[in-house]
Nanobody, 125 residues
């Protein structure tokens, strides 16, 4: 019954900002990773932000470091992605994902995650 629901996507001009939200329901995990992925047409899904609930240091690839910030509200099982200075290359479908077993902030492969949201489209022009 675990469900992840993303929101906050949309169209924005280059240099603008968006905040994505993801709310998980169905279970409160004691140890988990929450992550944001994105996928462009014809390309593989890639991780853009990972946070471990027992590790306060998030992980980002160089492509978004300094522009994207992941945060979470553990009481509400929610995770957020603040995206600043957006670029056209950021255009993609964005997904939140949950891994409910041992994990590390370097786990950026989609295959390591069990639960996924439906995705929210971000378009930067």
């Amino acid at each position: 019954q675990v469900q992840l629901v993303e929101s906050g996507g949309g169209s924005v001009q280059a240099g603008g900002s968006l905040t994505l939200s993801c709310v998980a329901s169905g279970y409160t995990f004691s140890y988990y990773c929450l992550a944001w992925f994105r996928q462009r047409p014809g390309e593989e899904r890639e991780g853009v932000a990972v946070v471990v609930n027992r590790d306060g240091t998030p992980n980002y690839p160089d492509s978004v470091k300094g522009r994207f910030t992941i945060s979470q509200d553990t009481d509400k099982n929610a995770v957020f992605l603040q995206m600043n200075n957006l670029k056209p290359d950021d255009t993609a479908m964005y997904y939140c994902a949950l891994r409910s077993t041992y994990c590390r902030g370097t786990y950026s492969e989609p295959s390591r995650y069990t639960y996924w949201g439906q995705g929210t489209q971000v378009t930067v022009s």
